[in-house]
């Protein structure tokens, strides 16, 4: 996905930028919806970090907002000048925002299930001591 042939621009081609209708306002929110998501990842990850336990997870999504962010700076850029390097820079940064979300999902997953596990065997075991209790 190298070349990107479906959308008929010569590589490294330098041109005015060509008005893209409905699918450039479209485009335009994305991008501002991008720099808006990236921003408070970064804040979240900071406010986060203010603990040290959290700075486990804020560090990360620091990583992961500054790499949205700079995805939306590519993807302004292949708007304004239709430069297809801009674009393949675009989606390999976003795509690194993805996967931190995505390593990020799984570890808070495997998390829960660690804190539900232990809370089932905490309320067994005081259950059990309730009933050695009662048995006096």
């Keep these: 996905m190298e070349n990107f042939n479906g959308i008929q621009i010569d590589e490294g081609e330098m ?3 060509k008005p893209l209708g409905a699918f450039g306002f479209i485009f ?3 991008v501002s919806d991008m720099k808006f998501v990236g921003l ?3 804040i979240y990850g900071a406010l986060s970090c203010l603990s040290i336990i959290g700075a ?3 560090i990360p999504l620091i990583i992961a907002g500054l ?3 700079e995805a939306a700076e590519e993807y302004t850029i292949f708007q304004s000048i239709s430069d297809n390097n801009a674009l393949k820079r675009a989606f390999e940064k976003q795509q690194k925002y993805f996967n931190i979300l995505k390593i990020l999902i ?3 997953l495997a998390l829960l299930v660690l804190y539900i596990i232990f809370f ?3 309320g067994l075991f ?3 001591s309730i009933s050695d209790y009662n048995a006096y």
């Design 56 to 58: 486990v997870i804020g």
């Design 28 to 30: 335009s929110k994305m």
């Design 40 to 42: 408070f990842t970064i």
């Design 15 to 17: 041109s005015s930028p």
């Design 106 to 108: 799984i570890v808070g």
């Design 67 to 69: 790499r949205l962010r």
């Design 126 to 128: 005081a259950f059990s």
């Design 120 to 122: 089932i065997m905490f």
